[in-house]
């Protein structure tokens, strides 16, 4: 059998005596001789000491075989799992209303969120029906998962999200589905009255809550009050507490908007918040960039992504992340395949909850079904751009975001650069974490 190197290897530390490979596509961290390293280079596969070597650097994903065509192999395991029906999970991103108490200038949704509607129990009938009917044709379904979106989820509490997890509870019950739930809030509305419900009795397991900074720069970015601020901040400290003493493993994720003005701005508010007795570690800190999209209001301070990248280095030295490598996926993110949708205050189906309000972009209705018109269809099929397929860490991005490929065809910036996944990978081998998807051979 021929083999050769595989494209995705990447060198990320080397001297006279060593060298240490990445693999993107199978995530993979190898150490090698550099003799080894040499005779692999010149495709001396039939050495001598190439040869007992050569079923462990297969299994890495080191060498491959001489006739395969990664990049092909990369989009047809994508395409597997977009269109695949043996999931056995399925998931719906709800916004049960667009109306929003917030207004964040970078917010993607820009005046969608005027749109005051909300949920109607005609429309919460029809997301069980939908449900029932899913569940009774699809019998290796186990798992349900449902991310409560918006404008502000929480406005609904009382009129839709009690009524709606209610409902699903009993129906995953019946078909002995296990089932969780997620919320992407700004943490206004999430009051102690409303944590048994959720957290104890209707499995939510996680909750995002959104910061821009300390008081004063939270404030502008969001287009509220320092008060504000300091009550959505007790009710952080409040849950983190509750979960801790209730013993329920759920988790407060922050996200931490930044840009190239407000770095440091975080930077005091994670020290605030760690300061207080009632943080514990089921809160944690997750830095995220700043993105234009066609409905923001224009700001001047988006970083690159070079920009970013240093920041993100920097910050997960702040807060003494656990070391990483990122991992190799077959799709960017679950709305790109057939086992996730989201849907509206109206019912109407969408393949990505950046769509939200924009009428053009639906997809279907949740009591008629998918529609499979043009814009499923250029949502689903759209290619890789040329760029991303002649690039070695292709696996683990997969070309970014396809909403943001499609609306700006395709003429997008990367969302990692080489330089700081290596980087990511020496700090990685430095941490000494050792585990079987990365093991030095």
Not at 26 to 47: A, H, I, P, R, Y
Not at 209 to 221: P, S, V
Not at 387 to 407: A, D, N, Y
Request: contains cysteine; proline residues 3%; glycine residues 4%.
């Amino acid at each position: 059998m021929e083999f050769k190197l595989s494209f995705y290897n990447i060198v990320v530390q080397e001297n006279a005596d060593k060298v240490v490979i990445w693999n993107t596509k199978k995530g993979s961290v190898v150490e090698l001789e550099q003799t080894v390293w040499s005779k692999l280079k010149n495709g001396d596969f039939e050495d001598k000491n190439i040869q007992p070597l050569l079923k462990a650097l297969q299994k890495e994903g080191i060498v491959v075989v001489h006739d395969l065509d990664e990049v092909e192999e990369i989009i047809f395991r994508a395409k597997l799992r977009q269109f695949s029906n043996n999931q056995t999970s399925f998931g719906l991103v709800i916004a049960p209303t667009l109306s929003c108490n917030y207004h964040c200038p970078y917010c993607f949704e820009g005046d969608v969120k005027k749109q005051k509607e909300i949920m109607s129990a005609e429309v919460i009938d029809s997301i069980i029906t939908a449900l029932k009917d899913k569940f009774n044709k699809n019998k290796q379904i186990k798992h349900l998962r449902i991310t409560w979106f918006g404008g502000e989820p929480l406005l609904t509490y009382d009129k839709v999200m009690v009524p709606l997890l209610e409902q699903v509870i009993t129906l995953c019950k019946d078909k002995n589905i296990d089932f969780r739930s997620s919320i992407i809030t700004n943490g206004y509305f999430l009051t102690e009255d409303k944590f048994e419900f959720l957290f104890l009795n209707h499995n939510v397991k996680y909750v995002q809550i959104t910061f821009d900074g300390t008081e004063k720069e939270y404030a502008l970015r969001k287009g509220t009050t320092v008060e504000a601020y300091h009550r959505v901040i007790k009710n952080i400290l409040s849950l983190s507490q509750y979960l801790f003493s209730n013993n329920i493993n759920a988790k407060i994720a922050i996200r931490l908007n930044v840009d190239n003005e407000n770095y440091q701005d975080i930077k005091k508010f994670v020290t605030i918040l760690r300061s207080n007795a009632k943080f514990h570690d089921n809160i944690t800190f997750n830095l995220a960039r700043l993105r234009q999209y066609d409905f923001c209001e224009e700001l001047d301070s988006f970083s690159s992504t070079d920009e970013y990248e240093d920041i993100l280095y920097d910050f997960e030295n702040f807060t003494n992340k656990k070391p990483s490598i990122i991992e190799p996926k077959m799709v960017f993110c679950g709305q790109h395949c057939m086992n996730v949708f989201s849907v509206g205050p109206h019912g109407e189906f969408y393949k990505c909850e950046h769509d939200f309000g924009i009428k053009e972009h639906a997809v279907g209705n949740i009591s008629t079904g998918l529609n499979y018109n043009k814009y499923f269809a250029e949502f689903m099929y759209q290619p890789l751009p040329e760029k991303c397929l002649r690039c070695q860490i292709l696996p683990v991005c997969m070309g970014g975001c396809p909403h943001r490929r499609l609306m700006l065809k395709q003429n997008i910036e990367c969302e990692h650069t080489i330089d700081h996944l290596k980087r990511s990978v020496i700090r990685y081998l430095k941490g000494g974490e050792t585990n079987e998807s990365h093991q030095r051979s």
